[in-house]
């Protein structure tokens, strides 16, 4: 997987590749999200339409991530969910905990509110 990682508008925004199925895989992502809570970011939008695929370690990655930023008063937003993705994430009932939001746009848009 690839991860590019960039800043727009003064959110952080964190864009995975490919599929996203553990280890070598999250390596990088969850690299990426502990170097900006190291850097005491708040804001970070992932955006995920570019990720074709998603498993349990992949859910697992983005839980913690997101535990993570809230407990040190930040937030973490999923945008641009596929089809695959929006359904796993249905399936595991975390619609209900994370702030999805169709575009990135959208998303940095929420931080302003």
């Known amino acids: 997987m690839k991860v590019k990682s960039y ?6 925004v964190i864009e ?3 599929k996203f199925l553990g280890g ?8 990426k999200l502990y170097a900006l ?3 005491g970011v708040k ?14 370690s992949g859910i697992a990655i983005l839980i913690h991530h997101y535990k993570k ?13 596929t089809k695959n ?16 939001y169709d575009s990135l746009d959208e998303a940095v848009a929420s931080f302003k509110k």
């Open 7 to 12: 800043t727009q508008d003064g959110i952080e």
């Open 37 to 39: 809570l190291g850097k």
């Open 69 to 81: 930023f809230r407990d040190q008063g930040g937030n973490l937003k999923l945008a641009n969910l």
């Open 24 to 31: 070598a895989d999250t390596g990088e992502l969850d690299e």
């Open 85 to 100: 993705i929006e359904k796993i994430l249905v399936i595991a009932k975390l619609t209900s905990v994370f702030e999805t």
């Open 43 to 56: 804001a970070v939008i992932i955006d995920l339409g570019s990720t074709d695929w998603m498993n349990s």
């Open 16 to 18: 995975p590749k490919g």
